[in-house]
């Protein structure tokens, strides 16, 4: 009974918490797509033509990636809650390696532009373009090391599922959001 | 079905949907104010899929609900300002 509430009461003082982080995080993405849309509104024509030079279909790809594995994170969470940790599990490595998708996609598309002789320095619409999805790949790779911690803490033979999943997954789900933003905003943008 | 299952697989269905429909648009859509509309009411909307069905935002208090949802949709009104006005 002790215990039960012990772990009642971490609960619910760590959900606010991670709440906290993420809004943070939230806002300061907001600062930068301000900031993007303040430069990319004195150059227009530099910033769409550079827009031009990006590959939709690689961003969409990433979308679907990205979108498929938060679907496969929320369907454990909703497993675990039914006391499925097996099954979750599953879903954790499915969102694991669909998610690790989005890594592969980021390296073709970084290495084409390098390539192609664009790098942070060509001009303001690709420092910009580096700068954020270098940001958020940051973000990426932080929760893909979660993924795999979460698989990690639901190995067959454990109980219980540990109360930080659910801030594992909240995380994984903000990589989704802002990618839901920076994909338009960069690549979707009158321009193409 | 699992009601919280098949709300969620509801959810990644319609975030698919939305976003082959937002590639579609760039395509399909001339009027540069009606596109860039479009797309970022689909990426709030999206955003605010994730938020309410994966991240069960509806379980937050009040004030928390309404950042989270104040900035999805505050960030697809700026983009889109910003996109109209240059």
Redesign the interface.
């Given at each position: 009974m002790a215990e039960a509430m012990a772990e009642e009461s971490v609960d619910a003082g760590e959900t606010p918490g991670v709440w906290t982080f993420l809004a943070a995080d939230s806002v300061g993405f907001a600062i930068f797509f301000a900031v993007f849309m303040s430069e990319r509104a004195k150059a227009p024509a530099l910033f769409d033509q550079s827009a031009r030079m990006l590959d939709i279909r690689l961003g969409l790809a990433n979308t679907l990636i990205l979108v498929t594995s938060g679907w496969l994170v929320a369907l454990a969470m909703a497993l675990i809650q039914r006391g499925r940790a097996g099954r979750a599990r599953l879903c954790l490595i499915g969102g694991l390696v669909i998610g690790s998708g989005f890594a592969v996609l980021k390296v073709i598309e970084y290495h084409a532009k390098i390539a192609h002789g664009i790098t942070p320095a060509t001009n303001g619409f690709f420092t910009f373009y580096f700068i954020l999805t270098g940001v958020h790949f940051l973000h990426y790779a932080i929760g893909l090391g979660v993924l795999v911690a979460m698989i990690a803490a639901l190995r067959p033979g454990v109980r219980a599922a540990p109360q930080w999943l659910e801030s594992g997954a909240l995380y994984w789900h903000l990589v989704d959001v802002l990618w839901l933003f920076l994909f338009p905003m960069l690549y979707l943008l009158p321009g193409h | 079905m699992?009601r919280?299952?098949l709300i969620?697989?509801a959810?990644?269905a319609a975030?698919?949907g939305a976003?082959?429909c937002?590639?579609w648009?760039?395509?399909h859509l001339s009027n540069?104010a009606a596109?860039?509309g479009t797309?970022?009411a689909?990426?709030a909307g999206?955003?605010v899929l994730?938020?309410r069905?994966?991240?069960d935002l509806g379980k937050?208090p009040a004030p928390?609900r309404w950042?989270?949802t104040g900035?999805?949709a505050?960030?697809?009104v700026?983009?889109f300002t910003?996109?109209a006005?240059?």
């Open positions: - | 699992d919280l299952v969620r697989s959810t990644w975030l698919v976003t082959i937002s590639a648009a760039v395509s540069q596109l860039v797309i970022m689909l990426a999206k955003a994730v938020l069905n994966f991240m937050l928390l950042l989270f900035w999805a505050s960030c697809a700026l983009i910003f996109a006005l240059s």
